[in-house]
């Protein structure tokens, strides 16, 4: 029989699916499984985007252009500038997703066998995309104990070496829920510059941050322009996950030039999405400042229902809709499974995401989860006490 590749073989099993059979094993006995552990969003699409496409009088579903439609490209230069990031159409390609960016990222800047350092824990599928990159993640760790605030400089520089190409951050962060400050971001600046670095935000996340605290991206700092590549999508920042639409962003030439070479090769991002999406950026403010209101109430109820559980170590998060959480357990993947095979309360269970995967060093975070707070507030109140009680009745069986 044909071999398939190394590389097949080597390619992660997404951390969050794993469990998915046991999942529906459970539903298959009855019970309701509360989905803590998936980042797709409950909150409704705007209607501007859904009617932009119910409205089109499309004759031939075309390609579009490679980049992505021009009008829309300068639709997105003009949001960015109202975010105080200066870029033009040219700066923008338009991809299949956060995700397509990603790898078109990597594949513009890296060779195989290079190195990208990522501070962990991390989202999980950038091991998915270095792997089908042929590069190596050099993991560094962040702390629970900081909010997962950015590791050390000094930590950072003991990991350059000659095969490091680009560092990686989440900003604001999954799974931490860590917002990166001005401050952070500009320490980063300084190290890519000294080390000859690219610098890629992964920025899907921008419009979710909290308590007052301002998102500061890479393109705003002034002299990185030539280091910094910025990915985004518009998954999450309209609910919009099954279209399929993000962008890479740059101010170095070189990359979009290199980069559209491989958008060239899968033609073109999905036309009636990218309509969609140009119809989302009508979205008035009062959208984000509902939602973004919702998002914070369901944070503060979701942490101080879980700091009242014994053990539990929480790391506030100040954007995005993730947070780790650290249990008094060995094995938060025992658990996770053990939550769906054998606990339930009332015909209740809930489905957690063990955070080990989102960690590249073996050992670390075996016993966090990480928790998506996307569901409506009691249902949220409903499974922390499941949670709750679960741990209680775990570690009195072992
Ligand atoms: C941090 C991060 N980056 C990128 C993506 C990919 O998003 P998409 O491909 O849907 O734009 C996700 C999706 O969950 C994410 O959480």
């Not at 091991?127 to 560094?140: C, E, K, R, S």
């Not at 670095?197 to 002299?223: C, M, P, W």
């Amino acid at each position: 029989m044909p071999r398939i590749s190394n590389k097949g073989r080597q390619m992660p099993a997404s951390p969050i699916r794993k469990l998915v059979p046991y999942a529906e094993d459970a539903k298959k006995r009855g019970i309701h499984v509360i989905h803590l552990n998936i980042g797709q969003p409950d909150i409704k699409t705007p209607k501007v985007a859904l009617d932009a496409v119910r409205n089109h009088n499309i004759e031939v579903l075309a390609y579009s252009m490679t980049e992505g439609s021009e009008v829309y490209r300068e639709k997105i230069a003009q949001y960015y500038a109202q975010k105080d990031i200066h870029v033009t159409a040219k700066d923008i390609i338009v991809t299949t997703g956060g995700s397509e960016a990603l790898s078109f990222a990597m594949g513009t800047i890296m060779d195989a066998d290079d190195e990208i350092i990522i501070p962990e824990p991390f989202y999980a599928n950038y091991n998915g995309f270095a792997t089908a990159a042929g590069i190596n993640v050099v993991p560094i760790a962040s702390s629970i104990d900081t909010n997962f605030a950015l590791p050390p400089i000094a930590d950072f520089e003991k990991l350059i070496g000659p095969k490091t190409k680009a560092i990686l951050i989440c900003n604001p962060g999954n799974p931490t829920g860590y917002l990166y400050s001005k401050e952070e971001i500009q320490q980063l600046a300084a190290l890519v510059k000294k080390h000859d670095l690219f610098l890629i935000a992964d920025e899907v996340y921008r419009e979710f941050t909290y308590d007052n605290k301002e998102h500061y991206s890479i393109l705003q700092e002034s002299g990185l322009e030539d280091y910094a590549i910025v990915v985004d999508s518009v998954s999450k920042r309209y609910s919009m996950c099954g279209a399929r639409i993000g962008c890479l962003v740059s101010k170095n030439k070189d990359v979009i030039q290199t980069a559209l070479k491989f958008a060239q090769a899968r033609l073109s991002p999905p036309t009636f999405a990218q309509i969609a999406s140009e119809a989302a950026l009508e979205t008035p403010q009062s959208y984000f400042d509902n939602v973004i209101e919702e998002y914070v109430a369901r944070r503060d109820i979701l942490i101080s229902e879980l700091q009242k559980l014994d053990g539990v170590k929480v790391a506030v998060p100040q954007g995005a809709f993730y947070c780790v959480t650290e249990l008094p357990i060995e094995d938060a993947d025992d658990f996770a499974q053990w939550l769906l095979e054998s606990f339930e309360i009332d015909g209740s269970t809930v489905m957690v995401a063990p955070a080990a995967g989102f960690y590249a060093t073996p050992g670390l975070g075996k016993n966090q989860i990480r928790i998506a707070y996307v569901l409506e507030k009691n249902q949220l109140v409903k499974a922390v006490h499941i949670l709750g009680e679960a741990l209680k009745q775990y570690n009195s069986n072992r």
